[in-house]
């Protein structure tokens, strides 16, 4: 019999060994699959309710093929999925809640090994913080991304141009059969958004950790390398689990760091942020929001991709995906790094990594843009900071002075935004409160506000946003986001009235309020706190121990792990 955790159920010679085996073998399963093979645990992310990740069941039966050729032992189980497009009030809200989910169904099951299906925005990192907090070995498929979408003989990307249509319908440079004929141009094969969104984001963080197979990233999701990959994953998580890989071997300091430098490479989602530290909180690295700047604002844009660029994922993959990304930056990573392969990120790119396509990914030396990453802010209006994203951004905006234009709530927003009589021009900078994780609740993608219609009518297409919330990654413009501490906790962008000058520099790192201590002291006595969303369940929960976004946005007492041992029977 194995030493594997497994045994603890499935190699007992008493009652409970009998009730463990027993119920299991009411599914067909014969004797010898509970010889002491290592049991791997297939974490599914699957759901007709997150289109994304509605053919995770048949990539599932690629890694079990796998699993089996290796000599292990598939168990396929669910957990909740997050849908970014149709969860409400914001598929964010749950992340957390699906990390629980992740956490102790690994834990309280028999598995020595994980593999993560993931895809959709948040089911990458919830899977992965829950992972974390356990640490077995563990290796993550990702789902892959859509096709490109194709209309009227061009490209085009999920979300960012779901931006630019509704603001062209909005302004009548198109129709609304237009409008509802490009929905199905765009959506048109299995898979996640196929710009650089979050979800693609995450599936180039997951590899540039070191934590899925080399040049997984990119392959689209009816690609059969896709599913190629899943199989080859499926042998490998059996081998890790017999060489003790557990992820605290894996996700390292250095690990990260290779991660916040790729991601300005390949013009990342600034929920990567977000993410990021929460996992890293888990796994019980010591990440702060600084680090992102500090490590990765001076790394050069390298790829082409919407909606920093024009191309698209799946151009990407054909062009040499992450590996060829991961060679270019190669003098500025650390790439001794061990992976889910056993070997370090320099032994799996040795023989890939070629550009075929210099168009869509850049040299090293003749970057699209020299510095890219996200930047971190800070000032009266966000004192523990707030991030943007400049390859999505506008240059002449990236230092500006201008009058606040302040939406209380995001139903202020929708109510006033289009009325002629707004008070705003191009100049202007729009506020939005209560977006954060306390105030929406959950942190909603609506940062980056459409713009007044009079203003798009006159052609205006960027001006500053500030707000609590995130935007998706799919989306662009200069927009500051994450500001912490947030509104509906009191922090000084509560604070803001319709009128004040608000001043943003980037350059310098500053976002300034130019209201003095004196009148923000009097207003902060006028002020009262919005009412809470809720009084009950995961809400109320998430509400009163969701740390801030400069914190990574986790409940305070999921930080760290409990590891994997469980002392008690069930019976």
Known sequence: MSTFRSSDWFGKKDKMGFIYRSWMKNQ????????????????????????????LRDIAE????????????PLEFPIMSLGETLLKPTAMLFRNLASMDTEESIRGN????????????????????????????????????????????HDIGSGTNVWTFTDDLKTGKISYAEFAEAESCMSRSPGHCMTMGTASTMACMVESLGMSLSGGAAIPAVDSRRKRIAQLSGRRIVEMVKEDLKMSKILTRAAFENAIKVNAAIGGSSNFVIHLTAIAGRIGVDLKLEDFDNIGSKMPLLLDLMPSGKFLMEDFYYAGGLPAIIKQMSPVLDMDAITVTGKSHKENIEAVGTIYNEDV??????????EAGIVVVKGNLALNGAVIKPSAATPALMQHRGRAVVFENIEDYHDRVDDPNLDIDETCVMVLKSVGPVGYPGMPEVGNM??????????VTDMVRISDGRMSGTAFGTVILHVSP??????????????????LDVPNKSLHLEVSDEELAI?????????????????????????????????????GGSGSEVLRDSH
């Open 28 to 55: 067909g399963m014969p004797e010898d699959m509970f010889d002491g093979r290592p049991v791997i645990g297939i974490c599914n992310t699957w759901s007709e309710l997150t289109p994304c990740n509605a053919h």
């Open 62 to 73: 690629s890694v079990k093929r796998g699993v089996f050729e290796a000599g292990g032992f």
């Open 110 to 153: 028999p598995i020595d090994g994980v593999v993560l299906l993931t895809g959709c925005d948040k089911t990458t990192p919830s899977t992965l913080m829950g992972a974390a907090s356990v640490d077995l070995p563990t290796i993550v498929v990702q789902g892959g991304p859509m096709l490109n979408g194709k209309y009227k003989g």
């Open 361 to 370: 990914i850049h040299q090293f030396e003749k970057p699209l843009i020299d």
């Open 450 to 459: 459409t713009l007044p219609k009079k203003l798009l009518d006159k052609g």
């Open 486 to 503: 947030e509104s509906a906790i009191g922090g000084n962008l509560g604070l803001v009235q319709n009128g004040d000058m608000i001043k």
């Open 523 to 559: 207003r902060r006595s006028k002020w009262t706190a919005p009412a809470p969303a809720s009084n009950r369940g995961y809400v109320n929960l998430y509400v009163n121990h969701v740390q801030q976004a400069d914190k990574g946005a986790d409940l305070d007492f999921l930080v």
